[in-house]
């Protein structure tokens, strides 16, 4: 099982970057992708997930309206298109999966999630 996150670079304030987590090895497949995000000194927190079985979708309420989650079946990829970006989002990205059921209520909940890829930094200049 192998969890691929890129993507991650320097933008400016209002600036647009697009993060790629590539999954392979799930025999069984997977139920959710998750993406995270670890600032220094702080707590990983949850920003994005999207769940396969309805292909639904939940945001940390820090990032609605400027990060979209997506995923393309035939390239086994899940995106994180990240717009508007902010100081605050520069933090180093990390993109999980459950292969379990996930319910709403922990689809930003890390303990979720048993899969983890490396991470990848994004930092966002004022």
């Known amino acids: 099982v192998q969890l691929q996150a890129s993507g991650g670079g320097l933008v400016q304030t209002g600036g647009s970057l697009r993060l790629s987590c590539v999954a392979s090895g799930f025999t069984f497949g997977y139920t959710a992708i998750g993406w995270f995000r670890q600032a220094p000194g702080k707590e990983r927190e949850g920003v994005s997930c999207?769940?396969?079985?309805?292909?639904?979708?939940k945001y940390a309420e820090s990032v609605k309206g400027r990060f979209t989650i997506s995923r393309d079946n035939a390239k086994n990829t899940v995106y994180l298109q990240m717009n508007s970006q902010k100081p605050e989002d520069t933090a180093v990205y990390f993109c999980?999966?459950?292969?379990?059921?996930?319910?709403?209520?922990?689809?930003?909940?890390?303990?979720?999630?048993?899969?983890w890829g490396q991470g990848t930094q994004v930092t966002v200049s004022s």
């Open positions: 999207f769940r396969n079985r309805d292909r639904s979708t």
């Open positions: 999980a999966a459950s292969s379990s059921g996930i319910i709403t209520s922990t689809m930003l909940n890390s303990h979720a999630y048993n899969y």
